[in-house]
């Protein structure tokens, strides 16, 4: 499997966004909470323990949860930050 370059800043920008270190999973859940309303899109508290290495993965995170962290941090989309991270 390739590795992601922007998936690392991706992470850091939605633990910013979300005012949390998501140290313990009940900042996950209120991550799932914040993120929720602000996007209109649900991301499950467990894929954000596997997007933060907090629970082992099988596959790498898929498009939509991507393309839903990078809108939650302002973004179109997760192209469009990984374009912007790239400039």
Same mark, same amino acid.
């Given at each position: ?24 999973? &009940? ?8 993120? &929720? $309303? $602000? ?11 596997? =997007? =933060?290495? =907090?629970?082992?993965?099988? =596959? ?6 991507? &393309? ?7 973004? $179109? &989309? ?10």
């Amino acid at each position: 499997m390739v590795p992601d370059p922007c998936l690392e800043s991706l992470k850091v920008l939605v633990l910013v966004h979300g005012n949390t270190l998501l140290t313990t999973p &009940d900042e996950a859940s209120q991550l799932a909470l914040l993120i &929720d $309303r $602000r996007t209109q899109h649900l991301v499950a508290e467990i894929t954000l323990l596997r =997007f =933060f290495g =907090f629970v082992s993965a099988k =596959f790498p995170p898929s498009s939509y949860t991507k &393309d839903v962290l990078a809108q939650f941090c302002g973004y $179109r &989309d997760y192209v469009m930050f990984c374009e912007e991270q790239t400039a």
